[in-house]
């Protein structure tokens, strides 16, 4: 008879989060130019970041969000949700992406991002 193998995958260390964070913020923080502007893109990554892990980044969500960011200016609005679903989202693997939702569905680390800072450095600018 054989074994059945747990799906219980281990938990996910801040150093793998951080670094799957810095490569899925890339696409976004990697254009800019100055502090204020990484500032402002490491918020809304993060926003994204929070609806990808969560497993609530339908278009209709995202696309909200956006809306409450960048209020009536719809082509940022466009331009940052092409961005999410065809780039960063795309820079982790669909392993990569099950393995947060499940390591955030334990309440204790969504609890955690409460207070969580992204990795990303700002002051290299």
């Known amino acids: 008879m054989k074994q059945k193998r747990s ?5 996910l260390t801040n150093n793998e989060l951080n670094r799957l964070f810095e490569r899925f913020s ?9 502090s204020r502007q990484k500032r402002s893109a490491v918020g809304i990554a993060k ?9 609530t980044d339908t278009e209709e969500n995202i696309y909200e969000d956006l809306r409450l960011i960048f209020k009536d200016n719809h082509d940022s609005n466009v331009a940052v949700g092409s ?16 393995n947060l939702k499940k390591h955030y569905s ?10 969580w800072e ?5 002051e290299s600018c």
């Open 7 to 11: 799906k219980r995958t281990r938990e």
């Open 26 to 34: 890339r696409p976004m923080v990697r254009p800019c130019i100055n």
């Open 47 to 55: 926003t994204l970041w929070l609806r990808l892990v969560t497993g």
């Open 83 to 98: 961005m999410y679903f065809f780039k960063m989202k795309s820079e982790l693997t669909k392993a990569q992406i099950n």
């Open 106 to 115: 334990d309440e204790r680390n969504f609890n955690r991002l409460e207070h």
């Open 118 to 122: 992204p990795p990303v450095s700002i």
